[in-house]
């Protein structure tokens, strides 16, 4: 039965919402003026809610948690991984090298990466925020949601627009430039049958972006610089 190897669908939604809303209201930054203490306080929220669904997951299948994670090895031929490197390198060029956002689009992290606190802060951005939002996004929400249909697209496409509207800070272009990528991850997600893959890829494409906004290289050129 379902229920022995799912969430139920409902139960899946409220702690998705919660964990969404959660976020989006006291852990995204809402201003400019970031302190250490509040970079903290974020990454503590995101981290005990990554521990809430752990937790969840423990006491509903035990043993079975890591599997049931999709903490797993990813699968995948060598076509797969030459169509990610290809789809991924695509997507790193239009974002960080080729689309003209607007500088308003990335105000909110100047403060951050120009603070003597930059180790904290590649921690949340790279580590942190990868980690927790691929559970929420591309494991907690798409486990649940998967098996409504034959096709994985709607569930890849259900999964990834809660997921861009979460990044209320940028423009409309990078929004829907982050939905493009949140599409890439659940196919990542669904072809690989592993949540390891699209923290992988989440994370290393965080941390390029913040090397190229410290450097001032790319789009960034003449919005970033340390």
């Not at 951050?112 to 494991?139: D, S, T």
């Not at 982050?178 to 992988?200: A, D, N, T």
Request: hydrophobic share 55%; aromatic share 16%.
């Amino acid at each position: 039965m379902f229920m022995k190897q799912h969430f139920s669908i409902g139960f899946s939604l409220v702690v998705t919402v919660a964990g969404f809303l959660a976020i989006a209201f006291f852990v995204m930054p809402q201003g400019h003026a970031l302190g250490l203490s509040q970079i903290a306080t974020q990454s503590l929220a995101f981290i005990l809610l990554g521990a809430l669904i752990t937790l969840c997951y423990w006491l509903r299948f035990g043993a079975q948690t890591r599997q049931q994670m999709a903490c797993v090895r990813p699968k995948g031929d060598r076509r797969f991984y030459r169509q990610l490197f290809l789809l991924t390198l695509a997507f790193w060029l239009l974002k960080d090298l080729l689309l003209p956002f607007p500088e308003s689009d990335f105000a909110w992290i100047r403060p951050w990466l120009k603070g003597n606190h930059l180790g904290l802060v590649v921690l949340y951005i790279v580590v942190v925020a990868p980690i927790i939002e691929e559970l929420i996004f591309r494991q907690f929400l798409f486990q649940s949601l998967q098996r409504l249909w034959r096709s994985p697209w709607p569930t890849i496409c259900l999964a990834s627009l809660p997921w861009a509207l979460l990044h209320s800070q940028y423009g409309a272009l990078f929004l829907g430039l982050i939905f493009s990528f949140g599409l890439l991850l659940g196919w990542v997600r669904y072809r690989s049958q592993s949540l390891l893959l699209p923290i992988l890829i989440h994370a290393l494409l965080n941390l390029l972006a913040c090397l190229m906004y410290a450097l001032g290289w790319g789009v960034y050129q003449g919005i970033g610089g340390l």
